[in-house]
């Protein structure tokens, strides 16, 4: 499988922004451990905190207490929620089923640092019925649902989790889960590379023997490039997040709901006529202008790139830098993957009562730390939004402190976490049973043959019947009957 061109301007993300301020968190968060699906339908809230689940002495029924949870005794209704995620996670399932048998994973030690929802416990459990043992913990502080985490704890997986962790408790769930007494982890599944990070500066030895990474978020995958480009990447690692699978599904067709959602459950906003300004016109972008033109917002695109810019104006949007429209638009969307896109001088020309909020990966889209200052006044109106108060009256709607829009406010469609989570499932079978010396130290992306494997897998969802080619028309095509049928950058 064709390895991947490292990007030269690798971007900062060794900086842990502080948050401080009037009413705001005042703990810095790790920037990928707010990166990708919190869920906002956990039904548990973490500011009931009367002790922290550190202090508490729990077992589930086989008399274990090898997790660390919120409440244990939420587990059946945690069951519940894995057990309705199942039915739109399909091909996981189908995948479960046909390698049971065979067990491809038996032997595998499989950390894991990932958002800890229903749709995760589904592949986590799958992981554990193809023969693996698992330790995981979360890669944000939010987006853990802590009865799923319960029900995960009382099947027997080692959990350490809860929603509303201090920075000070993630680090403390990621070291448990890796520094254990008589078992030693050969697999990494991250999101994000606080995990990989972690397992790569305190436990050197244990990072050495380590078979294989597989890792989802761009922050991740930048971080395993920097590795690797420095020439201290002594482990293959899979990088799932630029898989096909992935790109097209998880960023264009899940954003395509999930930001009207987001904004929806917010802000109640009405977009027939909202003028709204898209930074950025990747394939998150191009999801969210797309639903945002359905519902009748006039939308205007920021760009850097000819290629993007041109495929946005195809599409039939202006494309205009952000200084242009700042004073007239009533909604900012950022989704570029960089830094200070929306500045302080940006956000103190938007008219009054302008919405801004980031789809992007990272938390540095906006600039917020600029906002945390005395003559602005902030006000929570309800969970995860807040009204910044200029002197003169004005309010600028910011929506979760910058953070990931959908996955702190809304949810995510399970059938996209399906396909995100088969290729995760396929890349540690393929890592962890590769022969000697197939993957070097390197950072691989998935292949192709596999990226077609997880399509087909969720077809039948739709009753899709694919074509069978001729002997006579793959022979045109110069292509196996059975694929892969396009080449690897596509």
Request: hydrophobic residues 35%; neutral net charge.
């Amino acid at each position: 499988s064709q390895q991947i061109q490292f990007a030269d301007d690798m971007q900062e993300f060794t900086k842990f922004p502080t948050k401080t301020g009037r009413r705001s968190l005042s703990r810095s968060i790790s920037q990928s451990s707010t990166d990708s699906y919190s869920s906002a339908a956990s039904y548990t809230d973490s500011s009931d905190d009367e002790v922290s689940p550190r202090e508490k002495q729990q077992t589930n029924s086989k008399g274990s207490s090898n997790f660390c949870v919120k409440n244990i005794k939420q587990a059946e209704f945690g069951r519940r929620e894995i057990e309705i995620a199942e039915q739109d996670m399909s091909a996981l399932i189908s995948l479960r089923k046909r390698a049971q048998g065979e067990k491809p994973l038996a032997g595998a030690k499989i950390v894991g640092c990932t958002h800890i929802t229903a749709q995760t416990a589904v592949l986590i459990e799958t992981l554990c019925a193809l023969g693996a043992q698992c330790r995981w913990s979360a890669c944000n502080i939010y987006s853990t649902q802590n009865e799923v985490a319960a029900a995960l704890a009382e099947a027997g997986v080692a959990v350490f989790a809860w929603k509303g962790e201090s920075e000070d408790d993630f680090w403390w769930c990621i070291d448990r889960c890796v520094n254990v007494e008589g078992w030693q982890a050969n697999m990494i599944l991250d999101d994000g590379g606080d995990l990989t990070h972690w397992v790569y500066k305190k436990y050197p030895n244990i990072f050495k023997k380590i078979r294989g990474i597989v890792e989802e978020s761009v922050t991740g995958v930048h971080r395993l490039y920097q590795l690797s480009k420095a020439g201290k990447l002594c482990v293959p690692a899979m990088n799932v997040n630029d898989s096909v699978t992935k790109q097209k599904f998880d960023n264009l067709y899940c954003c395509r709901e999930s930001i009207l959602d987001g904004l929806k459950r917010t802000t109640d906003v009405m977009f027939g006529g909202k003028q709204v300004v898209v930074c950025g016109y990747g394939e998150v972008g191009k999801g969210c202008c797309a639903a945002l033109k359905a519902l009748g917002a006039i939308v205007y695109v920021t760009e850097i790139d000819p290629i993007c810019a041109l495929q946005a104006c195809m599409d039939g949007f202006r494309v205009v830098k952000l200084s242009e429209v700042i004073r007239q638009v009533d909604v900012v969307i950022t989704c570029t993957g960089n830094k200070n896109v929306v500045t302080r001088e940006h956000l103190d020309r938007m008219k009054n009562s302008c919405i801004v909020c980031n789809m992007g990966h990272s938390n540095t889209e906006i600039d917020v730390t600029s906002l945390r200052t005395p003559e602005l006044t902030w006000e929570r109106v309800r969970s995860q939004v807040d009204h910044v108060i200029w002197p003169d009256g004005k309010r600028v709607v910011l929506l979760a402190e910058g953070r990931l829009l959908n996955l702190s406010c809304s949810t995510v469609p399970t059938f996209v976490l399906s396909i995100t989570a088969t290729t995760q499932a396929l890349a540690l079978i393929e890592l962890y049973n590769a022969p000697e010396g197939r993957y070097k130290q390197d950072v691989y992306l998935l292949p192709k043959k596999m990226d077609e494997y997880v399509a087909s897998l969720h077809l039948p969802s739709f009753d899709a019947h694919l074509t069978e080619l001729t002997d006579d028309q793959a022979k045109y095509l110069g292509l196996n009957k059975n694929g892969p049928f396009k080449p690897n950058y596509y």
